[in-house]
């Protein structure tokens, strides 16, 4: 395609080729001076942004000039003058030369492709000067908590505050559509204060059971409680609960000990019904040779009858007592007996309640993780769907901070960079508005780290 003559629009250029044409000057001083004015007013455009390294969606407004010095004239490639725009591969397709690299590049850098690949393709023995310069950059996006998220035009010095201003600030007027978002979200950060404070107090209060249950002296709790011990909600429930144990064992004791001294009053009865039955046994046996002496004396007429009748009662009198010893001994075997089994019947009680209530206190465990995860879901979707009504609660108990990061591709990779209000934004940076909840001395085991209890 045959190339067409350049019209200007500046004065003194236009004035320096028509003067060339004029006196068809066979020395090429004159067009040398001519040319090089032209090309320094073309140049002006790459002084602002040589370092600028182009991107996808980038508009560039290229104009591809030749200087012929044999005809003293400057004519312009009309089909490579125009807007184009840096497809999503990073090239530009470009009529005659065709795809033409350019993201990554500088725009000296495609100016002087261009020239190139233009030479080659046509068979010049010169390459032909291109002017490249941005005519649209690349949008930025901003998302998070600010007012209206999206995608935003970039002009060249653009700062982050500048940025956010852009996007109506961070938090902005809250629409009164989403004040039902903005209830529901504080109703639900207080369900999810309330669940976690039962949710400790459950932790506390099977730590207790656990110790009945398993005989230990003492309530061993778990790490969710005692990292979080210095706490003063957290603190009181451990507290309460070593309380209760501490009664409970006490009253456990108390009955124990009773049932123990009964033990030992049988015990010590059982050993003076055993010597008092020694004692009998040789009354009785005295007795028993007292009533045949008295028999022998009878037989041979030497004692009366009446004799006889004493001494055989009083050996009868002598087992029958020897019989009630061993009543009572057995009474108080049967004392002992019933004292260890009520013994092992106020343990059993006491296991019994124990084992009752932790069966509870799991029930209640399991209903309020449900509850917790549906809460937490709850509030999630609403911060989805409207973050900065969320966020300016959050910000309003004082238990999140802001922080703004850029998402931005540097040699090839993406890196996420903490900035502040005066850092510059490039070109395809997204902004990201964020609130980060502050550390708290209360952890979960499923959550992570849950604001302060404390008031």
């Not at 590049?105 to 291109?130: C, F, H, W």
């Not at 040699?411 to 996420?416: H, I, K, Y």
Request: charged share 25%; hydrophobic share 40%.
């Amino acid at each position: 395609m045959r190339p067409q003559a350049l019209s200007y629009g500046q004065a003194d250029c236009g004035a320096a080729i028509v003067n060339v044409r004029r006196r068809r000057l066979s020395g090429f001083g004159l067009a040398f001076l001519a040319a090089a004015a032209f090309l320094e007013i073309l140049g002006g455009s790459h002084a602002l942004a040589d370092d600028y390294i182009l991107g996808p969606q980038d508009k560039l407004r290229i104009r591809v000039f030749e200087w012929r010095p044999m005809a003293g004239t400057t004519v312009e490639w009309a089909p490579l003058t125009g807007e184009f725009v840096i497809s999503t591969a990073g090239n530009l397709s470009l009529p005659i030369i065709g795809t033409v690299p350019a993201a990554g590049l500088t725009l000296e850098q495609v100016s002087d492709s261009i020239g190139e690949r233009l030479k080659t393709q046509v068979g010049m023995q010169k390459r032909p000067n291109a002017s490249v310069e941005v005519s649209e950059y690349r949008p930025f996006f901003l998302t998070g908590l600010v007012t209206r998220p999206g995608k935003y035009s970039y002009s060249p010095g653009l700062t982050v505050v500048q940025a956010l201003s852009m996007a109506g600030g961070i938090f902005g007027l809250i629409d009164p559509s989403l004040v039902n978002l903005q209830r529901d979200a504080l109703v639900a950060r207080g369900d999810l204060r309330m669940l976690e404070v039962e949710r400790l107090g459950l932790l506390a209060r099977q730590a207790r059971l656990d110790a009945i249950t398993e005989g230990q002296p003492a309530i061993t709790f778990p790490s969710d409680l005692a990292l979080g011990a210095d706490d003063e909600i957290i603190g009181r429930m451990m507290r309460e609960e070593q309380d209760l144990f501490d009664t409970r064992q006490r009253s456990m004791n108390t009955e124990i000990d009773a049932l123990n001294q009964t033990k030992l009053l049988a015990t010590n009865q059982i050993e003076a019904l055993n010597s008092k039955a020694v004692s009998l046994a040789k009354q009785i046996e005295l007795a028993n040779k007292d009533v045949g002496t008295v028999n022998k004396l009878i037989a041979q007429g030497l004692t009366v009858s009446s004799r006889e009748l004493g001494a055989n009662q009083n050996l009868a009198q002598l087992e029958s007592q020897n019989l009630d010893v061993a009543l009572a001994n057995l009474k108080a075997r049967q004392d002992i007996a019933k004292a260890e089994g009520d013994i092992a019947d106020v343990r059993n009680r006491y296991r019994v309640q124990a084992l009752t209530e932790a069966a509870e206190v799991r029930e209640r465990l399991a209903s309020n993780r449900e509850k917790t995860a549906t809460t937490r879901a709850l509030l999630e979707n609403i911060e989805a769907r409207a973050p900065a009504a969320a966020a300016s609660l959050a910000s309003a108990d004082g238990q999140r901070i802001l922080r703004t990061t850029i998402d931005r591709i540097v040699d090839g990779n993406l890196r996420t960079i903490t900035v502040s209000d005066n850092d510059l934004v490039a070109p395809g940076d997204v902004i990201r508005v964020e609130d980060q909840k502050a550390a708290t001395p209360i952890r979960t085991t499923d959550s992570g780290i849950k604001p302060s209890l404390s008031p």
